[in-house]
């Protein structure tokens, strides 16, 4: 049985900082990517940080420069690493795996960005 469990979610005030983690089981993790993404109120869910599966990444426009992912491959975790958060980073962010046809998805975590 395939699951990813999210932690780390919390309420922060603008600029500052949280890191999420997501364990994996029951997938190969290394030759699955791996990727945050997020659905606020209203909104369609977007991907927010990309990891393939030989290491690249890539990151939304909104958050380059802000975000960082990650992964630990002995652990089967993969991380995110969010610096300077905005208002417009409320959401609740979900841990996903893939590879060919197979997508899993956590249930999600939420971050609050408020002041």
């Known amino acids: 049985q395939v699951q990813l469990v999210e932690s780390g979610g919390d309420s922060v005030q603008p600029g500052g900082s949280l890191r999420l983690s997501c364990v994996a089981s029951g997938i190969n993790f290394r030759i699955y990517s791996m990727a945050w993404y997020r659905q606020a109120p209203g909104n369609l869910r977007e991907m927010v940080a990309r990891s393939s599966s030989v290491g690249s990444t890539n990151y939304a426009d909104s958050v380059k420069g802000r975000f960082t992912i990650s992964t630990d491959d002995v652990n089967k975790m993969v991380y995110l690493q969010m610096n300077s958060l905005k208002a417009e980073d409320t959401a609740v962010y979900y841990c996903?795996?893939?590879?060919?046809?197979?997508?899993?998805w956590g249930q999600g975590t939420q971050v609050t960005v408020s002041s």
């Open positions: 996903y795996a893939g590879v060919g046809a197979a997508q899993y």
